[in-house]
């Protein structure tokens, strides 16, 4: 069984890629996995083993309390929204101030009738999101029993 990771919205990111592989060249993606606003989508891991999909997300900086995680039939969502407001005053006037929201979004469809629900769980420990979401018994992988001959 694997997972399929899903877009959304299917070749939005076609214009884009078109528009960095002729405005930067190319050997120079050192930006590919910003979305259109600028901002950076979290890369994801994910590894089967014979018990269990493990899900790795690289999200520094942010708090377990910034993500959302649902289910939806067998679609896995991740989610976040974050307001960020940094700001620095002289005299009671600003002298600099900056705002940020950040978003984001990534949805996994696993196999249907193979993950046990009730038994995923979610950590968030130094910039990496992990997610064991465990298969049902039926569905994991026996070992190998020897058969002995008579």
Same mark, same amino acid.
């Given at each position: 069984?694997?997972?399929?990771?899903?877009?959304?919205?299917?070749?939005?990111?076609?214009?884009?890629?078109?528009?960095?592989?002729?405005?930067?060249?190319?050997?120079?993606?050192?930006?590919?996995?910003?979305?259109?606003?600028?901002?950076?989508?979290?890369?994801?891991?994910?590894?089967?083993?014979?018990?269990?999909?493990?899900?790795?997300?690289?999200?520094?900086?942010?708090?377990?309390?910034?993500?959302?995680?649902?289910?939806?039939?067998?679609?896995?969502? @991740?989610?976040?929204?974050?307001? =960020?407001?940094? #700001? /620095?005053?002289?005299?009671? *006037? !600003?002298?600099?101030?900056?705002? %940020?929201?950040?978003?984001?979004?990534?949805? @996994?469809?696993?196999?249907?009738? =193979?993950?046990? #629900? /009730?038994?995923?769980?979610? *950590? !968030?420990?130094?910039?990496?999101? %992990?997610?064991?979401?465990?298969?049902?018994?039926?569905?994991?992988?026996?070992?190998?029993?020897?058969?002995?001959?008579?």
């Amino acid at each position: 069984m694997s997972l399929v990771r899903r877009n959304r919205e299917p070749l939005t990111n076609l214009p884009t890629l078109f528009e960095n592989l002729f405005n930067r060249g190319l050997l120079s993606w050192d930006n590919f996995n910003n979305s259109t606003s600028g901002t950076t989508i979290p890369t994801m891991n994910i590894k089967e083993t014979d018990e269990d999909f493990l899900v790795e997300l690289a999200a520094p900086g942010m708090k377990k309390e910034d993500f959302k995680i649902h289910l939806d039939g067998n679609n896995l969502c @991740i989610s976040s929204e974050r307001n =960020v407001n940094a #700001e /620095e005053q002289s005299d009671g *006037k !600003y002298s600099y101030k900056e705002f %940020s929201y950040q978003s984001f979004k990534r949805t @996994i469809t696993l196999p249907s009738d =193979v993950v046990d #629900e /009730e038994k995923i769980q979610a *950590k !968030y420990d130094n910039g990496l999101l %992990s997610l064991k979401i465990p298969k049902k018994e039926e569905v994991k992988k026996k070992a190998l029993r020897q058969i002995a001959i008579h």
